[in-house]
């Protein structure tokens, strides 16, 4: 069940609900993920959509999910606020900075716009091309470095991914680029195209995989690492 905090905003005589309010990450782990993972250069692993950052327009929202699948922000009578519709997809492979992770903490909250995930670590992000301050919203569970740094891991790499998507055939690299699947792809590619998925259930005698994402709204199978069907996405 998620845990949501009633966030009452004058504006327009509006009441959301937004996630519950953050887990305290010590300092000392904060301090470490500033000394070892801010202002690097990473890569993208997965594609991902870019779009508005929900109410804070000048700044970019990247997320390995539809906007649609994203569950941070909620009405009272518990209906999700959608994030705007994405602008572009970038493949696997562009570059991006990590600036900084930004948590949380009582003098963060304050500079943000109330109608966005505030209460969520925010990776912010520098993309060649976007003029806009980009935004990775990380999970609000993440309690320390290493989870931080797997948080991360899902949508960024520290080397160059591109090798890696120009080693699929032409048709994968096509729909990983729309962020779609076709049967016949490989893990590497499903992945790169929908994101690493929420769950996985392994047959490993049978070399059958069930890939899962959004809760189940998307579901792709998998048989000796070739994807046979999937359910929740546009197919070509």
């Known amino acids: 069940m998620r845990r949501a905090l009633a966030l009452s905003l004058l504006a327009g005589g509006v009441s959301l609900l937004a996630c519950a309010s953050p887990h305290l990450v010590p300092e000392e782990e904060r301090l470490r993920v500033t000394r070892e993972l801010s202002g690097r ?34 009405m009272p009578g518990g209906a999700t606020i959608n994030a705007p519709a994405a602008d ?13 992770v930004e948590f949380p903490t009582a003098g963060a909250m304050a500079r943000r716009y109330w109608t966005t995930p505030r209460y969520h670590p925010w990776a912010r992000l520098e993309i060649p091309g976007e ?11 993440v309690r320390n470095f290493e989870d931080v740094r797997a948080a991360l891991d899902r949508v960024l790499a520290d080397r160059d991914t591109a090798p890696d998507l120009a080693a699929l055939p032409e048709a ?3 729909a990983v680029a729309r962020k779609e699947l076709v ?3 490989g893990p590497k590619a499903v992945a790169m195209a929908w994101g690493y998925p929420e769950r996985m259930i392994v047959d490993r005698p049978g070399g059958k995989e069930q890939w899962i994402w959004a809760g189940g709204r998307r579901r792709a199978w998998l048989e000796d690492e070739r994807l046979l069907r999937f359910e929740g996405g546009a197919a070509r």
């Open 41 to 74: 250069p990473r890569w993208l692993r997965v594609s991902v959509h870019v779009g508005p950052f929900y109410a804070d327009a000048a700044s970019a929202l990247v997320t390995d999910q539809p906007p649609a699948e994203l569950e941070l922000l909620e």
């Open 88 to 100: 572009r997809i970038l493949p696997p492979g562009t570059p991006v900075l990590l600036r900084e």
């Open 131 to 141: 003029r806009r301050p980009a935004v990775l919203v990380l999970p609000q569970e």
């Open 172 to 174: 994968h690299r096509k």
């Open 183 to 185: 049967e016949g792809m």
